[in-house]
């Protein structure tokens, strides 16, 4: 099973800032099937970011995804007061077997 | 629109079964994978397995190979997800969500609440 570990495990920045998350693999995924969720509390998961770098309908632009092989990354480029919330990470494979969730990074207003 | 309904809130007892049903709209229900993931309070998401719901074919979590079972019923547009011999560590919100093999999983239904308790 690959194991994806998130850090930081909390981010505390200011509306406006620049957000930087890292989603690091336990061994070779392939780019196409990285994908990252938003979850605000009491609300199910939004799919913001699918095949590493791709964003999902409605997504604002200021959403991005990056990487390869073992080290991904979503970068926020200016924060907004509703993106504040957890964000997950998973890995899904080509036939989607054996699919897992980082353990999520809180993003925190400072 | 796409939609998935979930089942209401369920408090079990150690030992028993769950059943949650997942009922879809909005689209052709025999396109897209069906997962199931769950969220323990306050811990991360955790993906248990899914259905393909053309075939009924299933990939489950090994974590819950042995206790969850996955179904569908064409004729309803619906998924169902079994999950026996529960314990307190079950004690979760479950979630339906749709996706294809390659764009993730972009619907969730609302998600439902499971306590076990003895």
């Known amino acids: 099973e690959i194991v994806l570990t998130q850090s930081p495990g909390t981010l505390s920045l200011s509306p406006g800032e620049r957000a930087t998350l890292s989603c690091r693999a336990s061994q070779s995924v392939s780019s196409s099937y990285l994908a990252w969720y938003q979850q605000k509390p009491g609300q199910a998961p939004r799919l913001l970011i699918y095949?590493?770098?791709s964003r999902a309908t409605g997504i604002p632009d200021r959403f991005s995804g990056s990487g390869s092989g073992t080290d991904f990354t979503l970068t926020i480029s200016r924060l907004e007061p509703e993106d504040f919330a957890v964000y997950y990470c998973?890995?899904?494979?080509?036939?989607?077997?054996?699919?897992?969730f980082g353990q999520g990074t809180r993003l925190e207003i400072k | 629109q796409m939609q998935l309904v979930q089942s209401g809130a369920e408090v079990k007892k150690t030992g028993s079964s769950v059943k949650v049903s997942c009922k879809a709209s909005?689209?052709?229900?025999?396109?897209?994978?069906l997962h199931w993931v769950r969220q323990a309070p306050g811990q991360a998401l955790e993906w248990m397995g899914w259905i393909t719901p053309f075939n009924g074919n299933t990939n489950y979590a090994q974590k819950f190979q042995d206790r969850v079972t996955i179904t569908r019923d064409r004729s309803m547009s619906t998924a169902y997800m079994e999950l026996s011999s529960l314990r307190s560590e079950d004690t979760a919100m479950y979630y339906c969500?749709?996706?294809?093999?390659?764009?993730?999983?972009?619907?969730w239904g609302q998600g439902t609440l499971v306590t076990v308790s003895s």
């Open positions: 969500a749709s996706g294809t093999a390659v764009a993730g999983t972009d619907y």
């Open positions: 909005g689209y052709t229900f025999t396109y897209r994978y």
């Open positions: 095949g590493a770098s």
């Open positions: 998973q890995q899904y494979g080509s036939s989607l077997v054996r699919i897992t």
